[in-house]
């Protein structure tokens, strides 16, 4: 038997292949990395890296994301940097038939190998594949990455868009970041944003692979489900590579698809020639007469999200072994983005805009995703934040992250993931808040060549709902962000003409598949989308909330006021900034630069790592308005904590009083009639169909809007905000508190799925903060079937009472709503008064709340919810209340360094002195039980008032 060994330098790596089969090889092993002045030398297992990741590995430099790093070590990323591997190939005849894959390299990069140019790129978002046959060497062979420095590069990038380069050439100045990336095609996030440093990285986010044989499978398998009368039925398009246009064989090669879980017994087959050029191949999918599909469904809808594993074969219609062979996970579902006019008696007011998920319309719940790296390095750490942020987001039951435009394409596993736990994905093409020039024509346009990529290798994941080709480009035109001058014609060559055009003919079947429905495509998010009525795609308000979506934010307005916000068809972004937990913040800082100040709010560091103008005066003007001025702490570090605890529940009952405005005004249109419920919305509003709040997570430690900081540690915002609003999360539906002018208004939101008992009351209880010992007051109670559920039902208004009435009868201003059937309870607490109107009213024995007990535990109730991550440790945690308390938010002391979750936080103890809640921790280093009852620090509404 013939044999190829392929060695890559150190640790070995070898390979025996069979002359006919295809082999992938990864280049991992032993590289070096080069700057021209000195070389180091690193491994590399299964991930890619970059020149910041390799330095911090080796002990160079400390952690980039510490300290003042984004500044201090931004002289990396303006050297040269080489990356240079040895790998050792035996067997001539395979020579001949050897392909070098490259994956995402970033961005301005030379191939050599044995010191031959074989390439050069400046796209990080596409796939090189080079065909090495006349270069590579029998035994050792010499690979370079070459790199360029990505600012200076992105800078003549722009000089050569002149005379009228697109706008703005640079960020803001207090983003601290880097000029001119709208001239670049890399994470636009990696100059500098508003939540994030500046690391123009240079190196490469995926391994480097050698190719063996002509043809192999692509990662691009497009799946094209079709809902009929009877089930589903379903058409694939395979991607098949080759090394090269040269043809040096006549054999025809097959390809076998299967589906699994029973749905088809046997492989179906279609076999091409070698002269065939095309690279998707197409074959419908005859699945067998008896089996049943069990379609996808998002989360927390009908059975939820369920997968098929799809097979894919290359083979030799001569017999052997396979080619080559992949696995995919796709599902059975059909997506409609509505937009039907919206009538009230024969006047129009816009158009709907929600989504229609196998024929039943949603209400979507939310969040927005930004990178969570900004490194290509970061190995199996980097893997593990990714799956508990997502696994977070379904805990907190966000239906729907939009993959925001100035990140990345994601890696698989991340598509894999979100399909598995049914979150849908809003995904926007990597362009955000600048103005970007198309190539003039003859010119090579990559930025089609990533769109046509990504869209083929994304198709398959059943999360992905809708594409749009960028995030706030419209709008920032139309608004004249960068000056009154706006090139109209240059949006639509770049978006309209380009982009959207390419993504659109990229998601439409090239054969006749009746039935299937593509996602839509959006020029922009926000925008009016169908609505839209300028030629060029720039309308004159992007921002309208009687169509499409909209982004708003306020920094100036009151957000626990109702009538701050507008009731939009869609709000795909909305937020307020919060300060990350004290363990997020003590592993921010550098002990090798400490100061004094760095806890202090508006210390050094802390000034640095905002972002955003006048950040902090915004927060603490927000903060003495309604809780009053802060109550110091006993230490620095414990008044940083109290100001985080009272940015995250300002920033959690926000996007309450938001989400909470927009679920019960899902069925009605403001028409102009006054009316207590709409006293303060515009007319035409209404029909609001989705939320996304901005932003889910976190890749430094700064004041940023996210609701999972960088140790992902959950704010309260993620306990509160999410899990008290996600209607998902309760079987039988939840209570809407509204207070609107001087009324209070209560809804009854109905559950997506049906309750198993449809006999729902829903009471309104006045609760008491001085003592334990009176009960609850009652102040309405209804009858047992005030809400029967339907499918798609609309939110009810149950009761209402006026402003004057209910302090009189509540003088607390503390509403408990109870909604119950024989098998379910859920309760909701609302203030009537802010807590600096309350502060006079606590007893002296409010605000203590202590740890009674701390005990291991290797099993928690079913009842409990599971932890974001896989858990090595768990512990049973009981208090005690003196007297009632509300917000009880629980953080672990910083310095033991633990990473763990808590089960519930930010809850009330308003009817029983004593509640128990479970603290589970990753990592096996034991920690004993008394350590970590001494390390909780608990904070309360009644604790941090420096007024009584």
């Not at 709000?571 to 090798?592: F, H």
Request: glycine content about 6%; proline content about 7%.
């Amino acid at each position: 038997m013939s044999e190829l060994q392929v060695v890559t330098a150190l640790p070995l790596l070898l390979l025996l292949v069979q002359p006919g089969q295809n082999y992938s090889v990864p280049l991992s092993g032993r590289w070096t990395l080069s700057d021209g002045d000195g070389i180091v030398h690193f491994n590399l297992t299964s991930t890619g890296t970059d020149a910041y990741s390799v330095l911090q590995e080796i002990g160079i430099i400390s952690d980039p994301l510490s300290g003042y790093g984004d500044k201090e070590l931004r002289y990396i990323s303006y050297k040269n940097w080489t990356f240079s591997h040895y790998f050792r190939v035996e067997y001539p005849k395979v020579l001949k038939t050897t392909s070098l894959e490259l994956n995402e390299l970033d961005t301005f990069c030379c191939i050599y190998l044995n010191n031959r140019l074989l390439a050069c790129t400046e796209n990080s978002f596409i796939r090189t594949i080079l065909p090495i046959d006349s270069v590579l060497c029998r035994g050792w062979n010499f690979l370079q990455l070459v790199f360029k420095p990505t600012p200076l590069m992105a800078k003549e990038a722009y000089q050569k868009l002149s005379p009228n380069p697109p706008l703005p050439a640079c960020w803001p100045d207090i983003f601290r970041g880097e000029c001119y990336v709208n001239a670049v095609r890399t994470t636009q996030a990696a100059f500098g944003w508003d939540w994030g440093p500046a690391f123009p990285i240079q190196g490469f986010w995926k391994l480097p692979f050698l190719r063996f044989d002509e043809v192999w499978l692509g990662d691009g398998l497009r799946f094209f489900p079709v809902m009929i009368k009877r089930g589903w039925k379903a058409t694939v398009s395979v991607e098949v590579l080759r090394s090269s246009s040269i043809v040096r064989t006549d054999q025809c090669v097959c390809i076998y698809v299967k589906l699994g879980g029973g749905l088809m017994h046997e492989w179906t087959e279609r076999c091409i020639s070698p002269r065939h050029r095309e690279t998707n191949v197409w074959l419908e999918l005859p699945l067998a007469s008896n089996a049943t599909v069990r379609p996808w469904w998002p989360l927390g809808v009908q059975a939820g999200p369920h997968l098929y594993a799809l097979k894919v074969q290359l083979r030799n219609p001569l017999g052997g072994p396979p080619i080559d062979r992949k696995s995919f996970w796709v599902g059975f579902r059909e997506v409609k983005l509505i937009q039907d006019d919206v009538k009230v008696e024969e006047r129009g007011y816009g158009k709907t805009f929600f989504f229609r998920i196998n024929g039943e319309p949603l209400f979507v719940r939310g969040s927005n995703w930004i990178p969570a790296r900004l490194f290509a390095g970061g190995g199996t750490d980097a893997v593990v934040m990714e799956a508990h942020l997502l696994q977070s987001a379904a805990l907190g039951g966000v239906q729907m992250l939009r993959v925001w435009g100035g990140g990345r394409y994601e890696a698989r596993r991340f598509y894999d993931l979100a399909s598995r736990l049914g979150i849908m994905l809003w995904h926007d093409m990597m362009f955000a808040c600048a103005m970007y020039k198309k190539p003039p024509s003859g010119e090579v346009d990559s930025a089609e060549t990533e769109v046509r990529q990504q869209v083929r290798r994304l198709h398959h994941h059943p999360a992905i709902v809708v594409w749009a080709t960028n995030n706030e480009v419209e709008v920032a035109a139309a608004q004249h962000w960068y000056g009154p001058k706006i090139d109209k014609q240059e949006y639509r060559r770049r978006f309209l003409d380009s982009i959207a055009t390419i993504a659109m003919r990229s998601e439409i079947p090239t054969v006749q598949s009746p039935g299937y429905i593509p996602r839509r495509v959006l020029l922009s998010s926000p925008s009016n989308a169908e609505s839209s009525t300028d030629p060029y795609g720039i309308d004159l308000n992007p921002q309208d909330p009687l169509s499409g979506d909209v982004h708003f934010y306020s920094y100036y307005e009151d957000l626990w006021d109702e009538c701050t916000y507008p009731v939009t068809r869609f709000t795909s972004e909305y937020g307020i900034m919060s300060l990350p937990g004290p363990l997020a913040w003590l592993r921010s800082l550098d002990n090798s630069s400490s100061r004094p100040d760095d806890w202090m709010i508006r210390g050094q560091l802390m000034m640095h790592r905002l972002h955003k103008t006048d950040g902090i005066d915004i927060l603490q003007r927000f903060i003495r308005e309604k809780f009053g001025e802060p109550k110091v702490g006993q230490s620095k570090e414990e008044t940083y904590t109290i100001w985080t605890y009272l940015t995250q529940l300002y920033q959690a009952i926000a996007y309450k009083t938001h989400i909470n405005l927009l679920e019960r005004h899902q069925c009605t249109i403001f028409t102009g009639v006054p009316n207590d419920s709409w006293d303060c919305i515009s007319t035409g509003q209404g029909r609001s169909m989705g939320h996304l709040y901005w932003q889910l997570n976190d890749v430094w430690a700064a004041p940023t809007w996210s609701t999972i900081d960088v140790a992902g540690q959950w704010k309260i915002a993620h306990y509160l905000a999410i899990r008290g609003t996600a209607s998902i999360t309760h079987p039988i539906g939840r209570a809407v508190v509204s207070r609107v002018r001087n009324r209070v208004l209560v809804n009854w939101v109905p559950p997506i799925n049906p309750p198993t008992d449809n006999r729902i009351r829903l009471s309104v209880v006045c609760s008491s903060i001085l003592s334990f010992v009176p009960q609850p007051k009652v102040l309405f109670q209804s009858g047992d079937n005030f809400g029967p559920w339907k499918p798609n039902g609309c939110p009810l208004e149950v009761t209402n009472f006026t402003m004057k009435w209910l302090l009189s009868s509540c003088p607390s201003g503390v509403l408990t709503t109870v909604i119950e059937n024989a098998v379910e309870q859920t309760n909701d607490t609302v203030l009537l008064l802010t807590p600096k109107e309350m502060a006079h009213q606590w007893p002296a024995t409010a605000g203590s709340v202590s740890v009674t007990s701390v005990r291991r535990v290797n099993t928690t109730p079913p009842e409990i919810p599971s932890p974001p991550f896989r858990w090595d440790q768990a512990f049973e945690v009981k208090l005690r209340a003196k007297s009632p308390e509300i917000f009880v938010w629980l953080v672990i002391d910083p310095y033991i360094n633990l990473d763990g979750w808590f089960s519930n936080s930010a809850f009330n103890m308003l009817t029983c002195e004593e509640h128990s809640l479970y603290y589970y921790i990753k990592g096996r280093i034991p920690v004993f039980e008394k350590r970590l009852w001494k390390a909780i620090r608990i904070y309360t509404l009644a604790s941090i008032a420096s007024s009584r």
